[in-house]
Nanobody, 115 residues
């Protein structure tokens, strides 16, 4: 059974930084992609950033230049460095992995940007 351990969320002031971490376990097949989606109150879940097997990356336009995604394949882990955070970044951030042909999600970690 695939499980995720997410950490790094919290409360930060506008302009501040946070680093999200996610470690996956119980994996028997190759991980093709890992990343982070986010869901703000009253809105649909959206992609924040994803990193693929060849280390290519995709970012939401709203986070480009501020967020950086990275992964450690040996640890089945993915990280999201978030800088220059703004109130509109407030959301639950969900770790994501595509393993073989299946998509898996973590339980989410809250990020709140407020003064």
């Amino acid at each position: 059974q695939v499980q995720f351990v997410e950490s790094g969320g919290g409360l930060v002031q506008p302009g501040g930084s946070l680093r999200l971490s996610c470690a996956a376990s119980g994996i028997s097949f190759r991980i093709y992609s890992m990343g982070w989606y986010r869901q703000a109150p009253g809105k649909q879940r959206e992609l924040a950033a994803v990193i693929n097997a060849g280390d290519s990356t995709n970012y939401a336009d709203s986070v480009k230049g501020r967020f950086t995604i990275s992964r450690d394949n040996a640890k089945n882990s993915v990280y999201l460095q978030m800088n220059s955070l703004q109130p509109e970044d407030t959301a639950v951030y969900y770790c994501y992995a595509r393993i073989a042909t299946m998509d898996y999600w973590g339980q989410g970690t809250q990020v709140t940007v407020s003064s």
